[in-house]
């Protein structure tokens, strides 16, 4: 009777098995990671957010009211402009935070990449 499936065979779908499951073990810690990183910008965000906006509520209605007699106008004007600085800053940062989950699964496409190139 003839040998189907000779042991070569055998141990070449356990080795391929067990790659597939070392890549999905790597997805998932790399899926958590990135979990927990997205989590912690996203209730540093909001802290930043609500204490900001109580803050520049605080300080402008205090230079209004110092300037109310004198020059409300020019006071209104440079507060709005400051908020406007201060958005145009913040709007970049979220860019850069934003490009730095880009590299999200990198040691997985790089193990996918080798493990690819094996393969005849």
Request: glycine share 4%.
């Amino acid at each position: 009777m003839l040998n189907t499936n000779p042991p070569s065979l055998k141990r070449l779908g356990q080795a391929a098995a067990a790659l597939v499951l070392s890549h999905i073990e790597l997805i998932g810690i790399e899926l958590s990671e990135e979990k927990s990183r997205l989590t912690r910008i996203a209730v540093l965000a909001a802290i930043c957010l609500v204490s900001v906006l109580l803050m520049l509520f605080a300080a402008s209605a205090w230079v209004l009211i110092y300037f109310w007699d004198t020059h409300r106008l020019l006071a209104a004007s440079a507060l709005t402009g400051f908020f406007v600085l201060v958005l145009l800053i913040s709007f970049w940062r979220l860019k850069q935070q934003l490009s730095l989950g880009a590299n999200a699964f990198s040691a997985t496409r790089e193990e996918l990449a080798k493990h690819r190139d094996l393969l005849p």
